[in-house]
């Protein structure tokens, strides 16, 4: 391709020359022609990359088609039912609720409900009143002073630097109108997690926000944050579903001199977190440091989240708090399929356990241990309709958080951009030109709708399975398409037995 390159190259800028010439155009013409013939001399004889040095002008087309093939899978292939890890469907009904304008679906149902991966909810003939009011939750256990009325979904973890400033404050402010919890992630609470909403303190291992000088826990710093009135609760985070055993990831590209002054680290380079803690490496420490915030915190109610991997040591965590007679205020579950701004591959595809065996596993545990009574658990994974919320109900949870639920309300297109500062909506870049696109006013007031919006379309679903409240949902209202395609005579034998008198 290089040779017929330069052939075709000298014949287009020796007829683009006459052109020129005889037709008086400008000069600019065979110019151009020349740098391109430039370009491509260049590019044919660096070594780095294959296809410019083969095909030297051509070849950009394919960067170019790379770099854009987000949006065209999404523009041109997508349907509605697929698009990952959200479809557009489920993009479309955040948007929707966003905007507090009609989110009804018309002419019924794209999905294939005739097959074994079909969920539903068994819905009663005997509805219930809709409830107005949104649903909320207690946390706060035996040792907890300062115990917490929180929403039934919340915002998850997601950090300043992970998040545009503009992104943190409309999430906060939302939080505020609609007066539920917005947790500030491993990044450290920045003042733009202190705008009038109730806030979730996340202590990663980076300690960001409470660390000394070597980079471990400093009490006094933490007791200084924790006692601000915003902060509600202060949750430990042990792991996330989307890199579980890795540790939190700041890409360089956004890491900028004022990320890196409020996290007290070199700007413009990537900080990699630690995988573990070093305030405590084992359960006994755990139990010992969650009894150590809650002091330092006045009893506020304190937490940890976790994505389940090795399930002997959840086990081991539940023996210890019994052995201390201490126990957390919630623990955060996680799924493998939970999102992040930047992971490795291998552990965003392949470690960890995904939520729907997690929540039910945690659950199970809590109960077999005889303390589930002691413990809210809290839930993430793709937590976006009012369905998922009380599905996850269903499988055990007290209470769901949403991370991109909340990011599509701020305007997020699933453009997979986060990990390199080029999020074209603002949200998930540190790109200042970009954030302006983000307007604080406006995407406040759709966070606010979405959680509201969200909430009711729950409520409406709790009414349909014949419920007066969460506390009344359990696994038996969740059905799935195996149970009558492959086990209807295992699942109803004797499903008169129940009502019949005689
Ligand atoms: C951009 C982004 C940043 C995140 N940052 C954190 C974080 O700092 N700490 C954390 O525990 N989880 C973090 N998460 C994970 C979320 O809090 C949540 O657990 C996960 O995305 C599952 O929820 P979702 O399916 O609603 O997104 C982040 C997720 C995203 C998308």
Redesign the pocket.
Known sequence: MRKQFFIFGIIILFLSAIIAYYYKYSIFFPLTILAIIAIGFANSIQTKHAILRNFPVLGYFRYLFEMIAPELQQYFIERSTDGKPFSRNQRSLAYQRAKNIDSTTPFGTQLNLNQSSYEGIKHSIFPTVVNEELPRVLVGGQDCTQPYLASLLNI????FG??SENAIVALNKGAQKGKFYHNT???GLTEFHLQGGDVTW?I?TGYFGCRDDRGGFDGGKFAEKANLPEVKMIEI?LS???KPGHG?VLPAAKNTEQIAKIRGVQPHTTILSPPSHSAFSDTKGLVEFIAQLRLLSNGKPIGF?LCIGETREFEMICQEMITQNCFPDFITV?GAE????AAPLEFADGVGMPFEPALIFVNKTLARFEIRDKIRVIC????ISGYSILRAVALGADMC?????F?FSLGCIQALR?NNNQCPTGV?TQDKMLMKGLVVTDKSERVYHFHKNTLHAANELLAAAGKNNFAEVDINIFMRGDEFAHLSDLYFPDNLKSVRKH
Request: hydrophobic residues 25%; aromatic residues 0%.
């Open positions: 998850s973890a997601m950090s992970s998040l992630g491993e990044g996340q990663g985070k996330q579903g989307a939190g989240k996680d939970g999102g992040t701004g993430s994974g793709k937590i958080n949403s991370a991109r639920g990011m986060c998930a």
